[in-house]
């Protein structure tokens, strides 16, 4: 970015550069053509209709919502085709589905238990309407999701439920192989696609015909994919990527299409600086300096292995040198890489929007949705 351009930023900001995005949304996309596998990529990152509308425009199925909330937004975007793939508990959550499906030519709504299932068969049946629901099974995770053993008789229990249609199995594995961490995305995918089929297959035997088998995050979407044995993946990251893909081998740093931006307010000595943007800006969902991956700080300096971000206040980040002289002034501009992507936009009302020649901003709609 040139100087004029950079001196607009108020910062700290975040700005995202809109020509990478798409050749990573281009890349994905074809990615699962060439396996004959549908993407269903998750909003978590981007948060914006926008994006979402340039997946789908790629080829992209539809989308992946964690929260009624950001599927409203989405709806409200022009999205049509919304998975909300998290437990939807509460009357108040039921209530806003009911409603949501009623907008959306699609609309299909997690469930692990009977707990879940009974009341959205209940208000479905209120509303005079049928609601598409897909069964979450964990493979490994150790979060949300029925246990595997389980799942076939709980897919027969759900399917005899009244306005429900059951019609897939889904789960969230990522790099997790025989139940523990693993850094081999290779193994970790084959094992999830294998243990999708399988659960797929005792569903079927079991008299319950479903069809869809979501799977798939950024680190092992495309592995898994080319097992041949899901329908559709949902990775969420791969539009702009992050530190935390590059050391997880799902992408390089030419493939980062999103910036920090902060301004140094403050150097009261040589061995530091003082950044406009502390915790407020950098998300602590990474702890530093531990294993596996040695993250260097809670973001990366772009260009610049010496200066380190490890210590935060609300307002303040402090840059310490490796060599003891930051070569950093009042006023300089710093270019940082957030280790966490999804995390860091979520704390923005709005980011800059850059296609190498002008910035303009966008509101971060989906921000925030805690429901």
């Given at each position: 970015?040139?100087?004029?351009?950079?001196?607009?930023?108020?910062?700290?900001?975040?700005?995202?550069?809109?020509?990478?995005?798409?050749?990573?949304?281009?890349?994905?996309?074809?990615?699962?053509?060439?396996?004959?596998?549908?993407?269903?990529?998750?909003?978590?990152?981007h948060?914006?209709?926008?994006f979402?509308k340039?997946?789908?425009?790629?080829?992209?199925d539809?989308?992946?919502?964690?929260?009624?909330?950001?599927?409203?937004?989405?709806?409200?975007?022009?999205?049509?085709?919304?998975?909300?793939?998290?437990?939807?508990?509460?009357?108040?959550?039921?209530r806003?589905?009911?409603?949501?499906?009623?907008?959306?030519?699609?609309?299909?709504l997690?469930?692990?238990?009977?707990?879940i299932?009974?009341?959205?068969?209940?208000?479905?049946?209120?509303?005079?309407?049928?609601?598409?629901?897909?069964?979450?099974?964990?493979?490994?995770?150790?979060?949300?999701?029925?246990?595997?053993?389980k799942?076939?008789?709980?897919?027969?229990?759900?399917?005899?439920?009244?306005?429900?249609?059951?019609?897939?199995?889904?789960?969230?594995?990522?790099?997790?192989?025989?139940?523990?961490?693993?850094?081999?995305?290779?193994?970790?995918?084959?094992?999830?696609?294998?243990?999708?089929?399988?659960?797929?297959?005792?569903?079927?035997?079991?008299?319950?015909?479903?069809?869809?088998?979501?799977?798939?995050?950024?680190?092992?979407?495309?592995?898994?994919?080319?097992?041949?044995?899901?329908?559709?993946?949902?990775?969420?990251?791969?539009?702009?990527?992050?530190?935390?893909?590059?050391?997880?081998?799902?992408?390089?740093?030419?493939?980062?299409?999103?910036?920090?931006y902060?301004?140094?307010?403050?150097?009261?000595?040589?061995?530091?600086?003082?950044?406009?943007?502390?915790?407020?800006?950098?998300?602590?969902?990474?702890?530093?300096?531990?294993?596996?991956?040695?993250?260097?700080?809670?973001?990366?300096?772009?260009?610049?292995?010496?200066?380190?971000?490890?210590?935060?206040?609300?307002?303040?980040?402090?840059?310490?040198?490796?060599?003891?002289?930051?070569?950093?002034?009042?006023?300089?501009?710093?270019?940082?890489?957030?280790?966490?992507?999804?995390?860091?936009?979520?704390?923005?009302?709005?980011?800059?929007?850059?296609?190498?020649?002008?910035?303009?901003k966008?509101?971060?709609?989906?921000?925030?949705?805690?429901?």
């Amino acid at each position: 970015m040139d100087k004029e351009l950079l001196h607009q930023l108020e910062t700290p900001c975040v700005v995202l550069d809109t020509r990478m995005a798409e050749e990573n949304i281009k890349k994905m996309q074809a990615a699962c053509d060439a396996c004959g596998v549908k993407l269903r990529p998750h909003i978590k990152t981007h948060k914006m209709p926008l994006f979402a509308k340039m997946q789908l425009a790629a080829g992209a199925d539809g989308v992946t919502c964690a929260k009624v909330g950001e599927a409203e937004v989405m709806a409200d975007g022009g999205v049509e085709d919304i998975f909300i793939a998290y437990p939807m508990v509460g009357d108040f959550r039921v209530r806003r589905v009911i409603a949501l499906a009623k907008r959306l030519r699609r609309l299909i709504l997690g469930v692990d238990s009977m707990e879940i299932a009974q009341p959205l068969s209940a208000a479905a049946q209120e509303a005079g309407i049928t609601l598409e629901v897909r069964l979450e099974v964990d493979t490994g995770a150790k979060r949300t999701g029925v246990e595997r053993d389980k799942a076939a008789a709980l897919a027969v229990a759900i399917n005899a439920l009244p306005n429900l249609k059951l019609t897939g199995i889904y789960t969230f594995k990522s790099l997790v192989y025989h139940d523990a961490p693993t850094r081999d995305k290779v193994e970790a995918a084959a094992e999830e696609g294998e243990l999708m089929q399988q659960i797929a297959e005792s569903i079927r035997a079991a008299g319950v015909p479903i069809t869809d088998i979501s799977a798939g995050s950024t680190p092992t979407g495309i592995e898994v994919a080319k097992t041949g044995k899901v329908t559709e993946v949902r990775p969420g990251t791969y539009i702009f990527n992050d530190f935390m893909l590059t050391k997880e081998g799902a992408a390089t740093l030419d493939e980062i299409a999103v910036r920090v931006y902060a301004t140094v307010v403050s150097t009261p000595s040589p061995e530091y600086a003082v950044l406009d943007g502390g915790t407020k800006t950098f998300y602590m969902d990474i702890v530093p300096e531990t294993p596996p991956y040695y993250y260097p700080g809670y973001a990366v300096v772009a260009g610049n292995d010496d200066l380190q971000l490890l210590r935060m206040n609300e307002e303040h980040g402090i840059l310490t040198s490796k060599k003891g002289n930051t070569g950093l002034h009042v006023g300089d501009i710093v270019e940082l890489i957030p280790i966490h992507v999804c995390t860091t936009i979520n704390q923005q009302n709005e980011v800059y929007l850059y296609d190498g020649k002008t910035l303009h901003k966008e509101k971060v709609a989906a921000r925030g949705m805690l429901v």
